[in-house]
């Protein structure tokens, strides 16, 4: 039976920036009232990051596995699958992990900055067409606006019939944010102590750069497709005691962008091995689990892989 010694939520990070030169705009912001004078000039808080933290009365391990999320995505894709099954959160809290979910910095409950005062540029959006090849769920030509119409890849595992409802989730993201949401991200790791850390995408990227700035405070790593892996730099000490784990799905060959995101991982992981890294490939496709999009906690089989990922982390923990 599930026993939470407590659910926790806070902001970490941010700074007080002022913005002056915003023209006073005349808006209506209460049923039925006249419009009003708005002036946003002043100060505001940016760079800020929101965080839940499940803590369970006697966790298996006693560190946390923290849950970064990919670009234009918030902590939701952790908690609930598009057609309704348990996310991983549920999972990995009823195998007796501490849990903690982040809406990185700009996304989600982290809350935007004004632009372009604080942030210089506007954000960008994802279209469902966008989404649908790009997170390798069917062809560019397989998408279409009527939902029976689609066209996914063939042993495709994500649940295509709940696409438009996974669409809902999706948030606006800015380029050119890596530094101040590593900058929140370490403040995180500063905070919460040594982690289990799992990061998706976006995030995966970011989680392989956690673990090589701050090994001491990352007990093991899982980059679950990973789109990106910083600069290849001499293996510390502490990151070679860090165990990695790198989780791939499918259909990589319809799509020469990812194959490009992979290479670039690959080359990665591969100087961390030869520098004594600890480093696992794990191909679910090559461990009885074909079909899987870029969202292998989403998919119909998100729970195998859960429990893969973490009986790894179980194992990898008690070395």
Same mark, same amino acid.
């Given at each position: 039976?599930?026993?939470?010694? *407590? ?23 209460? =049923? ?18 929101? #965080? ?56 989600g409950r982290?809350?935007? @900055? ?7 540029? +506007?954000?960008?959006?994802? *279209? ?13 030509a397989?998408?279409? *606006?009527?939902?029976? +119409? ?5 042993? =495709? %595992? ?24 590593? +900058? ?6 500063? %905070? ?16 392989l750069?956690?673990?090589? %700035? ?16 910083? @600069?290849?730099?001499g ?10 784990? #790198? ?9 020469? =962008? ?42 119909? =089989? ?7 990922? +973490?009986?790894w982390?179980?194992? *990898?923990?008690s070395?």
């Open positions: 039976m599930l026993q939470l010694h *407590s659910i926790r939520s806070y902001h970490i990070g941010g700074e007080r920036r002022a913005l002056q030169g915003r023209p006073v705009e005349q808006r209506v912001l209460a =049923q039925g009232s006249a419009p009003r004078p708005i002036d946003m000039n002043g100060d505001h808080m940016v760079g800020q990051m929101y #965080v839940q933290h499940y803590r369970q009365v006697a966790p298996v391990r006693p560190w946390p596995v923290v849950l970064w999320h990919g670009g234009g995505m918030t902590g939701a894709n952790w908690e609930t699958t598009p057609d309704g099954r348990d996310g991983w959160l549920q999972q990995w809290l009823a195998a007796g992990f501490d849990v903690i979910v982040t809406d990185a910095m700009e996304r982290s809350s935007w @900055a004004p632009w372009p005062e604080l942030y210089t540029t +506007a954000p960008i959006s994802r *279209s469902l067409q966008e989404g649908w090849e790009m997170f390798r769920i069917g062809p560019a397989g998408y279409a *606006s009527a939902p029976q +119409a689609r066209r996914a890849h063939p042993g =495709q %595992q994500f649940p295509v019939d709940a696409f438009d409802q996974f669409a809902c989730q999706w948030v606006p993201r800015w380029t050119g944010h890596d530094e101040p949401i590593m +900058a929140a991200y370490g403040q995180l790791l500063d %905070q919460v102590g040594p982690c289990l850390l799992v990061g998706h995408s976006q995030g995966g990227g970011f989680a750069r956690a673990a090589a %700035q701050w090994p001491d405070r990352v007990k093991a790593v899982v980059a679950l497709e990973p789109s990106g892996a910083p @600069a290849l730099q293996a510390s000490a502490g990151l070679r005691q860090v165990p990695h784990l #790198v989780v791939w799905g499918d259909f990589f060959d319809q799509h020469p =962008q990812w194959q490009r995101y992979r290479a670039t991982v690959d080359a990665y992981t591969q100087g961390l091995q030869a520098q004594g890294v600890p480093v696992t490939p794990l191909v679910l496709a090559e461990h009885g689990l074909p079909g899987h999009s870029h969202f292998p906690m989403l998919d119909r =089989q998100s729970d195998a892989v859960g429990r893969l990922v +973490a009986h982390l179980l194992d *990898s923990a070395r």
